[in-house]
């Protein structure tokens, strides 16, 4: 009995651990989230708006940052948005060489966050 009873013990801790983890991740990130989005905001305001105010475009007009644009052109993910940042196509500059990792993902997150909001 005591290998089971050991077992037993173990587990019911590495379960214990794993929700205190989770919890801990529920609690921080939003706070995470918010700092990303004020961040994406302010390399917004340097870097795009001049181009892409209130998600319009004023270099082409079917490429805004309006969701429905975004789906249609497949740029509707963090992922997709900051791929196009980094290496840029197009008329859209690459900002890879001028922005940190940080700042692409930052900038990423806020035009996804806005673009599902409207632009509001």
């Known amino acids: 009995m005591g290998p089971i009873k050991g077992r037993k013990i173990w587990s019911v801790k590495v379960w214990l651990g ?11 990130v939003p706070g995470a989230i918010a700092a990303d989005l ?8 340097v870097h795009c708006v001049g181009c892409h105010l209130k998600g319009g475009n004023i270099v082409r007009r079917g490429k805004t940052l309006q969701l429905r644009a975004l789906q249609r052109n497949g740029v509707d993910t963090q992922e997709a948005i900051a791929d196009l940042v980094t290496h840029g196509k197009n008329n859209m500059s690459a900002y890879g060489d001028r922005l940190t ?8 997150a806020y035009v996804l966050d806005r673009a599902q909001t409207g632009w509001r």
């Open 101 to 108: 990792p940080e700042e692409i993902q930052a900038v990423s």
């Open 38 to 45: 004020d961040l994406g905001a302010k390399v917004f305001e």
């Open 18 to 28: 794993i929700l205190c983890a989770l919890w801990a991740l529920t609690w921080s």
